[in-house]
């Protein structure tokens, strides 16, 4: 069981990073293109983010039954600590960037912005929950 659940955490955990690093390559090419062209290229490319949801719920529920036996360790592990404080961040970054995405869907495309922003801080958000996960989990 544990194996199976492992392998649907790391399903979810390719998709929620891979969504980060996809949306980055994506900005990257928007940047290319003619300004007025940007939003539209943008708001049409959210519809990426709901693989970066769906990894997240998959890392979520998987990671609840990995740590079933384990939640004793909580306390005197402060790597596991940090590791699920960044995971509830990640979580209200997510929630903050979903917001103003449909905001941007609905034609606000200033909110494209303030998704760029907070995604430049959600990709290495993401990068330390892997980095603490292998060095608490090893």
């Not at 928007?30 to 943008?42: D, G, V, Y």
């Not at 959210?46 to 079933?68: E, N, P, Q, Y």
């Not at 303030?114 to 959600?122: H, T």
């Amino acid at each position: 069981m544990r194996e199976t659940l492992l392998i649907f955490h790391f399903i979810g955990l390719v998709m929620g990073l891979g969504t980060s690093f996809g949306f980055m390559f994506l900005g990257m090419a928007a940047a290319k293109l003619p300004e007025e062209e940007r939003p539209k290229f943008m708001v049409n490319a959210l519809g990426l983010s709901r693989m970066g949801h769906i990894g997240l719920t998959l890392l979520v529920i998987s990671g609840l039954f990995l740590m079933d036996g384990r939640w004793g360790m909580l306390p005197g592990n402060t790597l596991l600590l940090t590791k699920l404080i960044l995971v509830v961040v990640l979580g209200a970054l997510i929630g903050i960037m979903t917001s103003a995405g449909k905001k941007a869907q609905q034609g606000d495309f200033s909110q494209l912005q303030k998704i760029g922003k907070l995604g430049r801080i959600a990709l290495p958000v993401g990068l330390a929950i892997l980095i603490l996960a292998v060095l608490v989990f090893k």
